[in-house]
């Protein structure tokens, strides 16, 4: 079809119309800009150019402080247990815990009062595991107060017996076995403290004075989840905690020794207290002790004292630290006092390694494994009880106390952390 001259042109100048028409209010914008900006003195179009680079420039500095402080990955965990695993806990081992002296403050000045040394805790995840274990760096004897700006001497350390309802949310077990545990007028103020504990229903294992050998290894229960019937259910299981202080006491071998026993019938970890403070290495006095307990049936030495962080290690596929650091404590002074390190072990046994019947008599044990002193050991020979094939495998948490309170660690500084724990190297070596 043909179109008519006239119109074809009549639509080639509507055509040529509607670009001008586009073309013109595109360059109107551009010519206000141009003329706006030949309108400007000299001084302040400088000025306008500073604003840009500073603008660049603060933009430049956020994103590099969220970088530096975007958050550490988690560790991805469920506590459903997998088809193919019929017990399994989650525990996280941590440093030394302190909330005394300047936390004593920090706490009285806070709305938050004995909360406050625990009040970030949360941040942790704690739902996702079965139980936590640390070193209590304390006495806690009742009635003694002590006010703000009370700066205690060593023997007159202690932590308010106050906060054990709030640390009873968190810790299900804390070691007495250091140096400070003796503060309190020696035996009266620890056994003061062991009742302070049973009565916040929170268990405990060790003594200041290593020659006590009682007192080195203590049975304890441990949360656990397992799966009989076919069905799962929380439980507990006896597991032989041994402390030994050797910061004013020498850990012989015929204390290390008493591990032996235990580690026939259940699992074994030792937790010494002793070393150089404020050292990033470990002396070769106690590597050769800390082997020597993992040769005297430890599955796992977590060792605590300098306040730094220091190298692991694993030995004969075992995993020892030489020192965690600082989980709660009030030291600000540094950047190595204000980070720390918690290790999150995974105890399991696969259903293939086990039978129900087992499962029900270690569980039932355990029902009776609270109380300090008590018979588990002899118990579970008595009845014949086979130690169950444990499988212990780790990750590292990073911890930060800057700021007087306790956090999970940023990226920067848990990568600072593992590097500071040979964590890559170790962990290549474990018995996973």
Known sequence: MKIPLALFKKRSVKSVNRKSNKNRKIQQPQKRITGFIKNLSATQRKNIVCLVVLSLIGAGLMFSVWYKNRPAPEIPYSTTLSKNIALESRILLAGDVYWGRRMNDWSQQSSMKEKYPFSRLNEF??????????NLECPAVPGIKQPIGFVPQLW?????????????KWFDVLSLANNHTQNQKREPGLEATRKALEASRIQHFGNFNAHV???????ISLPTRVMIDNQQQDAAIPIALCGFDGVYYTVTDKSIAIMQEYAK????????????????????VRRDLYRKMIDNGADAVIGNHPHWIQPTEAYKGKLITYSLGNFIF?????EEVMRSAAIDVTMS?????????????????????KAFHDTCLAQAKTMGLARLPIRLSYNVVGVDLSQQITKPANLASYNAILERLDWEKTKKQLNN
């Open 156 to 168: 007159e350390f202690n932590c308010d017996t106050d906060s054990l309802p709030e640390a009873a």
């Open 213 to 219: 050998k009682n007192d080195v290894c203590e049975v």
């Open 330 to 334: 009030d030291q600000q002074f540094s």
């Open 125 to 134: 995840d704690r739902e996702s595991y079965d139980a936590w274990i640390a």
């Open 349 to 369: 046994v696969a259903r293939d390694k086990v039978t129900d019947d087992q499962l029900r008599a270690w569980t039932k044990l355990s029902d009776g494994c």
């Open 265 to 284: 019938i259940m699992p074994v970890i030792a937790f010494p207290h002793m070393g150089q403070e404020y050292q990033a290495i470990p002396d070769t």
